[in-house]
């Protein structure tokens, strides 16, 4: 049967798994047969569409559930779309081939993995469990055994495995395998696999990598899963990864029955290894777009497609609704990042005295060291809020332990002592911390004073040179404490206690970030008081009430995130902060990935706004951008949007959007994305841009010659008028226009 005449064969209208879709959604139900791509807009109903497709195909197509498989990215996904499906085909008809792409792997191995040598039973390791196993290597191999040491060993076994795939199955973990009992000589990654080896375990990756590997090396194999899988559905096909898609192409070589769900607007996993590019590049035969949402009010989604629209390596559509209008988003523009957080804190008191639970409310921000602010202000407030999938800010390690040096400079503190006397690592470890808590208590003095008189214990150790210079950190420090500003107290620690330099090595490196967010709202805090206020112990007593554990928050309270986090989920009103050129798009990011980051975080930002369903708020703030060591100035993606879709509060003067646009003219030049984005020199390339004025004639690549009315935002937009009425003019960013020779 073609796909033609899948369509043609449709049940009429009146068939109950049809009824509550649209005629897009009909068309893609309907597709049963050869390769479908639906690129379903954000909230136009996917989940919809793939339950009602399962129940199509099992209803009235009569095929058994047994040979089909769905598959998507989470086991929170798998589980919602199991009972979605079970309501439509009765129980008994939903099978266990509804799950993730690990969870499919999992199955194909536990037939067919004894022909490698290994029981059908082996064990997947989980997180824990590869952390455990990283201790062992680390220690058989006399390396510290720190989390920083045991999360960089398990990307390098990550590394190690894709790198050398499929060899390092054949070399390490057959039983034939040539190193499988020649262990002299590996590396920590070569002992982690080959400890896998000897007690059959499995991790994630290899789950996906073992699954190739019999494909690959057994025709019955890969022939019994092409005959079985009739039909094959993927969600969130735009997450997929390269090993993920050769999964997806043997499965359905037999019978081409793909149908693949994806938005490439919404990929934001690129950096870990996701493909829209096959996504967006493949040639299926045929291509349904849904862009109609059902989430959102008409006001956001303008506000969306406005910033997507931006983007080239996309499928294009634009999103539209036939919900009720709603109110235009704002845009707030404050002068410095407490009145940003107050001017959001402000929103949720009002939307609250209005009737909406804080439940229905969401900040979100691009890094999560920007809670910070926000925590205070919400704690200020007393308002009830939880930091979704994370952690407080003021409850990470990192912080707690930066805390914890100056709570020891400004007090003996035994708990802090014991908190970082090993923090950085001095070779400190819990037998000698009982030794000076044994003479703390005899003597009747502070642990910190324990240490200082019988230092000379650990003389001859490895340990004796950090532990005093440990000593000389907190004497010079409590002596500068009466004339050094806190600020410089704190910088003075993480500098030289190491922990700055053990941060970044760390490769989360938004440990680093959030230390930096902590001394950057420390000067704040002394730049908002008289300088007779302000002492170290002043402080402290201030911050305590903000680390305190017992404001934890649980049932109707507002929910921060990342973005990242927030993919997925929706909220009735959302705000977004930081707004500031450098930070959201993050200028790290494009450094290392140059024009496939900048879209990417185009597309975070499309996430963000499409996350609303009745209120949207955007905000940034001037002061001072720790990240990028320059001023704050707005972000290019509020540049973006057209001037009449917003509401604005606040005036950003003309001087800080002239210094978005040098700022992101700079940093473009700087990665190549300004010559990568223009390889025909096209617009977007030099300083043309900064000459435009109202009346000049200009080319746009696509709108063809156009007039110039005004120029906006100092420089980084124009009006522009293509042709003889108001109807035909654009706004756009200067950086695609090009003065008409």
């Given amino acids: 049967m073609t796909l033609s005449d899948s369509m043609h064969n449709a ?23 050869g390769e479908v791509r639906l690129v379903a807009g954000a909230g136009s109903g996917k989940t919809r569409v793939l339950v009602h497709r399962f129940a199509h195909l099992v209803n009235n197509f009569g095929i058994d559930p047994a040979n089909i498989l769905c598959m998507t990215f989470t086991n ?12 439509l085909v009765g129980a008994g008809s939903v099978n266990d081939f509804v799950c993730t792409i690990h969870g499919f792997c999992v199955k194909v191995l536990r037939r067919d993995i004894y022909r490698l040598g290994f029981p059908a039973n082996f064990t997947i390791l989980d997180e824990a469990d590869t952390e455990q196993l990283a201790k062992q290597v680390l220690e058989l191999h006399g390396l510290d055994r720190t989390k920083k040491e045991v999360r960089q060993l398990s990307r390098e076994v990550a590394q190690f495995k894709y790198a050398v795939c499929p060899k390092y199955i054949e070399r390490y973990m057959l039983p034939s395998s040539p190193r499988f009992s020649d262990t002299a000589g590996m590396t920590p990654s070569e002992s982690y696999i080959h400890y896998q080896t000897l007690n059959y ?12 590997y019999i494909f690959d090396r057994f025709a019955e194999v890969r022939q019994y899963w092409q005959q079985t899988l009739n039909y094959v559905m993927i969600d969130e096909a735009q997450d997929c990864n390269s090993s993920d898609w050769k999964i997806i192409r043997i499965i359905t070589a037999l019978y081409r029955n793909l149908f693949a769900v994806g938005d490439p607007d919404q990929a934001i996993y690129e950096w870990r290894g996701a493909r829209p590019a096959e996504f967006i590049d493949w040639k299926a035969d045929a291509t349904i777009i849904l862009p109609q949402n059902y989430r959102s009010t008409p006001e956001i989604l303008d506000v969306a497609n406005s910033i997507i629209s931006h983007n080239r390596r996309r499928i294009p559509k634009e999103l539209f609704t036939r919900n009720s209008p709603g109110t235009r988003p704002v845009h707030i523009h404050c002068s410095d990042e407490t009145h940003e957080a107050r001017a959001i804190v402000r929103e949720t008191e009002r939307l609250h005295r209005d009737g909406s639970a804080y439940g229905s409310m969401a900040i979100l921000y691009r890094a999560s060291y920007m809670s910070r602010a926000l925590e205070q202000e919400l704690l200020r407030r007393d308002i009830p809020y939880t930091i979704w999938g994370g952690v407080r800010f003021f409850e990470r390690k990192e912080i707690k332990d930066a805390l914890a040096y100056l709570r020891l400079i400004a007090r003996n503190d035994n708990l802090s002592f014991a908190r970082i006397v090993n923090t950085p690592s001095r070779r400190f470890g819990n037998t000698s911390l009982g030794k000076i808590r044994d003479y703390s208590r005899s003597e009747n003095i502070p642990c910190y004073e324990a240490l200082k008189l019988h230092i000379e214990e650990w003389k001859g150790t490895r340990a004796y040179k950090p532990l005093q210079e440990f000593i000389t950190l907190i004497e010079e420090a409590r002596a500068a404490m009466l004339s050094t500003s806190v600020s410089e107290l704190l910088n003075k620690v993480l500098k030289e206690s190491g922990l700055t330099r053990m941060l970044r090595e760390d490769p989360e490196t938004e440990r680093l970030e959030n230390v930096e967010e902590l001394l950057n ?32 928050q649980e049932g109707d309270c507002v929910r921060l995130m990342t973005i990242h986090q927030s993919k997925g989920l929706e909220f009735d009103h959302v705000a977004v902060c930081g707004l500031s050129e450098g930070i959201f798009p993050s200028h790290r990011a494009l450094r290392e990935r140059r024009l496939e980051a900048l879209e990417e ?30 001023d704050k100035y707005p ?38 994305i300004t010559a990568a984005a223009s390889p025909d020199g096209g617009p977007g390339t030099g300083d043309a841009a900064a000459t435009l004025r109202p009346g000049q004639r200009v080319v746009h690549r696509y709108f063809g010659i156009g007039t110039i009315i005004e120029i906006e935002r100092g420089g980084m937009k124009a009006r522009v008028r293509f042709g003889d009425d108001a109807a035909s003019e654009r706004s756009l960013l200067t950086r695609v226009l090009s003065p008409l020779a």
């Fill in 521 to 552: 709202s420390v000067r704040h805090y002394e730049s908002r008081r008289d300088q007779d206020e302000i002492s170290l112990p002043v402080y402290l007593q201030d911050i305590a009430m903000y680390t305190n554990a017992d404001h934890r």
């Fill in 635 to 672: 972000s290019r993606f509020l540049a973006e949007i057209s001037d009449e879709l917003l509401l604005h509060e606040g005036k950003a003067a003309p001087s800080l959007w002239e210094g978005s646009r040098m700022l992101a003219r700079s940093i473009d030049a700087e990665t190549g």
């Fill in 11 to 33: 049940p009429e209208n009146n068939d109950p798994i049809f009824d509550a879709l649209n005629d897009l959604q009909r068309e893609a139900v309907a597709a049963t047969e």
């Fill in 76 to 87: 929170k996904a798998a589980q919602e779309m199991r009972t979605r499906i079970s309501a």
């Fill in 201 to 212: 375990c499995l991790d994630f990756d290899d789950l996906v990598l073992f699954t190739l």
């Fill in 601 to 630: 975080e185009r597309r975070l930002m499309y996430v963000a706004v499409t996350r609303a369903r009745r209120t949207l708020c955007l905000t940034e703030s001037e002061g001072y951008n720790v990240q990028s060591s320059t």
